[in-house]
Nanobody, 125 residues
Framework: QVQLVESGGGLVQAGGSLRLSCAAA????????MAWFRQAPGKERGFVAM????????YYTDSVKGRFTASRDNDKSTVYLQMNSLKPEDTAVYYC??????????????????WGQGTQVTVSS
């Protein structure tokens, strides 16, 4: 049974930082693209960042480039999202997703079969 457990969310002032973690179990972690998505109230779940299964490439949505950094530790089966210079518009529930990345690549939420429970990030102005 695949389990993804996020942690590290919270309340922070604009300009501050948070580091999210997502610990995975029940899958061969090194085979999986690990991505972060976020969902604000009334909006669809949208792509934020991804580390590919080989760990060699990261992808970011334009609004977080230069502020967020995604990384992974295959020994710990954990993916991280370091978020700096946070803005009120970053407020959302953040989810990690896992997808076997060996045959194809996707950053669509619909293509990710495994999800964590989400962690709330709130940025005050």
């Amino acid at each position: 049974q695949v389990q993804l457990v996020e942690s590290g969310g919270g309340l922070v002032q604009a300009g501050g930082s948070l580091r999210l973690s997502c610990a995975a179990a029940g899958l061969t972690f090194r085979h999986y693209d690990m991505a972060w998505f976020r969902q604000a109230p009334g909006k669809e779940r949208g792509f934020v960042a991804m580390v590919n299964w080989g760990g060699s490439t990261t992808y970011y949505t334009d609004s977080v480039k230069g502020r967020f950094t995604a990384s992974r530790d295959n020994d710990k089966s954990t993916v991280y999202l370091q978020m700096n210079s946070l803005k009120p518009e970053d407020t959302a529930v953040y989810y990690c997703g896992a997808r076997d990345g060996r045959d194809s690549i996707s950053m669509s939420a619909n293509d990710f079969p495994y999800w964590g429970q989400g962690t709330q990030v709130t940025v005050s102005s």
